[in-house]
Each structure stands twice: as C-alpha cells, then as structure tokens.
C-alpha cells in the first residue's frame, strides 16, 4: 500500500520506524517550519531528525542531531562570541560537530539553486532512510512565536532557549502564503493508499504542514482514509511541549480536543482517530459524535509496540474506507 505519513520532529519520527516495518511504500511529508538559519548555515531540524532516525544516525538519547556527537565548533564559537564581537550568533543552540556537515552540503546545495526537496533527496542517498522524504515545501518558511511580553522570536529560541516557558500569544508560519507544497507532495496525498497524521505536535508539525496553501485542501479531497493518532496522552504529551503549543492557540491539552482540532473530513481533516486507553472515554465520546475512535497503546516504548499502533491505524483505515 502507498502510505502518506505528515511527520514533524522526534514523535514522527519514531512512528516511523515502527511503520517501517510493515513493509508499505511510504513517502513522508516533512515539516520545514523549524527550519533556522544560524551561522549562515540552513538547519532543518525535523527533516534531518526524520533522516537521522531512519538512517540509524539519530542520537537516541536526544532525539535530535547525530549519535557520538562533539560540539567543539559550538564551543569555539561561544569563545569568540565571549571575547570578540564576532560570533553573533547564541551559543544556545547546540550545533553538533558532526551535524554541521549535514547544514554545510544542504547549505552549499541550497546556494548552487537546488532545492531543499532536491537536497533532501541527495541527502537520503547516504542515510536509506527506507521511506520518500519531502519537505512540505521548497519555499522558506519559519515558525515565528509572539510571547506575552510583547517580543517576537524564532520558534528555535522560544523552544531551545526558553524552553518554552514564557507562553506564546500567537504561532505565525512565515512565508506560508507565498509558499508552494513541494514536487510530489500533493500526488503523494491524492495518490495514497492512506495518510496517516502521527503523535508529531499538532500545531508547530502537522500545523506548519498544513499552513502550506494546497496541503490541507488536499487531505480534504483525497480518497485516501486520513488517520490521526493522539499526541496527548492522559492529558499531556508524550514528549516535548505540545502543550505550551495548544495553549497557544486555545486548543485544551486532550486526545479529545485535539482530535477536534483536526476535525471530521470533509470539514475537517480526520476520518479515524486514536486515543491511548487511559483516553477510552474521549474514544467513546467522539465516536458517538461521528469520528470513529478506537483506543489502543499508544506509548511508542519500542519498534514492536509502535509497529502495533501503525497496524491499528491501518486496520481503522480498513474500517472507515468509504
Ligand atoms: N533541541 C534542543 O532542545 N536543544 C538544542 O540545542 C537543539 C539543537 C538542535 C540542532 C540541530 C537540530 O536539527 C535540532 C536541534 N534541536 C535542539 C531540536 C530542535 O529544536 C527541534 O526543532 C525541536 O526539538 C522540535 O522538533
């Protein structure tokens, strides 16, 4: 089967693996919206986290950037920018030594004309991350973040620097309303067997996907089944702060509301939904309201456990086809 998976970050990449295993043709569609240009180098950060999982290069430990790392380039820049005013740049973001030859080839390729779905393509040649990765876009775009005290800053610094602790007013995608899906993205929709939303963050992820003009229209029209599987477990996320990311724009913390973020196609995005089993009542809830909802593991412990949760999705895809 031909299986289109939107992916952000760590969250869709481990889904990843586990739908890896089950042996379907599958193209990704990744997030660019943290994508951040420091040093004059262009990073990626969820491309490359996608690649290095699949690739076998991720640090596990992180979940980011590359496994036996150094951060001496880092450190030799925090000293110039100690001592000199050369080195504008924070320290705050850790470049690793390895990692920088990843931005230097996407840099170099990005400055010859390539584009990034181009660079991607070449960089997957080294990694076989077994799966088509495209950025959602070739156009520049960047997740920007408004805080309460009035200031504007990259999503990088809001995430990595303040850890997202001072809360947002407003996540704005720059450049989304000038920017194009890349080739290949909107066949690999129309064209699907089944798109699959993974437990990425729902507003910084599949938001800044689905800010790209076409993309959620296409998900609205495809004949494909589109399911989504929860992020938010009992009431908080797996993993990273997609809460401070919900609150933001006034979505609650829950497997139910965020499933009604998404919305039922054709309105919305969703066709099937699922919930962990601590959330069987929201899975009751919303499937008397008309999304069919099942609840199942949804804790991504190990590849076996995840391969399980991408056969639920399936086998729900199976039972909501119309
Ligand atoms: N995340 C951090 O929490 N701290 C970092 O210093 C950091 C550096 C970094 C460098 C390259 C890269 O590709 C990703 C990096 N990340 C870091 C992760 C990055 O912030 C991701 O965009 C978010 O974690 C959301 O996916």
Redesign the pocket.
Known sequence: MRITVLA???GGARFLLGLRELGHDVTVVG?TG?D?TMYGLR????L??VVYTLGGGISNE????RENETFRVRDELAAYAEKSSSGSEPS?????DL?IA??LLRTQGLRDGLPLSEVTRRLCQRWRPGVTVLPATDDPVETHVTLTDGRTVH??EW??RL?AAVPATRIELTGAAAATPAPGVLDALAAADVVILPPS?PV??IGAILAVPGIAAALRSTDAPVIGLSPIVGGAPVR?MADACLAAIGVETTAYAVANHYGRRPAGLLDGWLVDDVDKDAADRLTEEGLPTRAVPLLMTDIEATAAMARAALDLATEVRR
């Open positions: 952000g970050g760590i997030n943290d951040v990073i990626c950060p969820d490359d986290t992180r979940g980011w950037g705050w973001f850790g470049l690793g990692d990843t931005h999503f990088q995430w990595v850890h963050n910084v992820s990273g």
